[in-house]
């Protein structure tokens, strides 16, 4: 109590901030939030715990690093990567040109079938978005085609997914809509969602994806050692960049394996 008192008192001067630097670097490990390194963030563990998936969507594919990742941890599996930039498809598309277990797709997934107005910066098109236009630096606004989840499944005969990843800086939401009927279908095992500051732009809580998901799905956010499948807590809405897992209810041996283990 003493020190929270003396935290708060000497909170602007260069002793106290670095505490409260270095309080939030804490805090930020604890709960593994902006972690891009996928070796140490869980992602990796995942894909290793989930070897034997057959069908995988990579929704966000950029160019291709993180289905190149999850090629290596799923030697069985189909990717099917979309990429809603035509020039960063084209990358992912050479990436990939001589592996015929890997379908790149130059197109966004959605909830309609069209085109869309799409943010690129310059400096980097990790960040492409539909929804979010407030990183700094150089950027343009391109048209782009996106169909749903749905349309695709449907065209391209796709039984089920075992894992469903989505990194659509803030579409994650449009994308899932797209799937209302593969979702309804009981046909996609698991789903890989971003949850962060585009959050704040889209206003979808993570309450909602409990609300959309949960009643089918068992949901948790991803650490280095597993998920970590909980209940909703409002506490949890912290808008710092984390990666969740939604694994399906009725697949208690699945869920097992991926969790944290105790």
């Known amino acids: 109590m003493r020190l929270s008192r003396l935290v708060t008192k000497h909170r602007n001067s260069r002793v106290g ?3 409260i630097h270095w309080a939030h670097r804490v805090i930020d490990s604890a709960d593994n939030v902006n972690n891009l390194d996928w070796a140490a963030n869980g992602e990796l563990t995942v894909l290793q715990r989930f070897s034997d998936a057959r069908c995988v969507f990579d929704v966000g594919a950029n160019r291709g690093e993180w289905a190149e990742m999850a090629r290596t941890a799923m030697p069985a ?9 035509p020039a960063t498809a084209k990358f992912c598309a050479q990436r ?59 065209a391209h005969a796709v039984d089920t997914i075992d894992l469903l990843k989505i990194d659509a800086e803030g579409a994650e939401p449009a994308v899932l809509r797209g799937f ?16 962060g500051m ?3 732009v889209t206003r979808f809580l993570l309450a909602d994806y409990y609300a959309l998901l949960g009643s089918t799905y068992a949901i948790g956010r991803m650490f280095p050692d597993g998920v970590e499948f909980r209940d ?29 283990r105790t």
Request: proline share 2%; hydrophobic share 40%.
């Open 77 to 85: 599996a189909t990717i099917h990567c979309f990429e809603i930039v």
């Open 232 to 260: 909703h807590d409002p506490r949890l809405e912290r808008f710092e960049l984390s990666n969740y897992l939604a694994v399906r209810r009725d697949r208690p041996a699945l869920i097992e394996r991926l969790a944290v």
């Open 180 to 195: 209302a009927t593969t979702l309804a279908g009981g046909r996609i095992g698991a789903i890989q969602f971003e949850f």
């Open 17 to 19: 901030r670095q505490i």
């Open 96 to 154: 990939f040109a001589a592996d015929d277990k890997v379908q790149v797709v130059s197109k966004g997934l959605g909830d309609r079938d069209g085109t869309v107005d799409v943010s690129v910066w310059s400096h980097d098109d990790r960040l492409s978005s539909v929804v979010f236009d407030g990183h700094a630096g150089s950027r343009e606004t391109i048209q782009a085609l996106v169909t749903t989840g749905d349309s695709y499944v449907a």
């Open 198 to 200: 585009a959050n704040l």
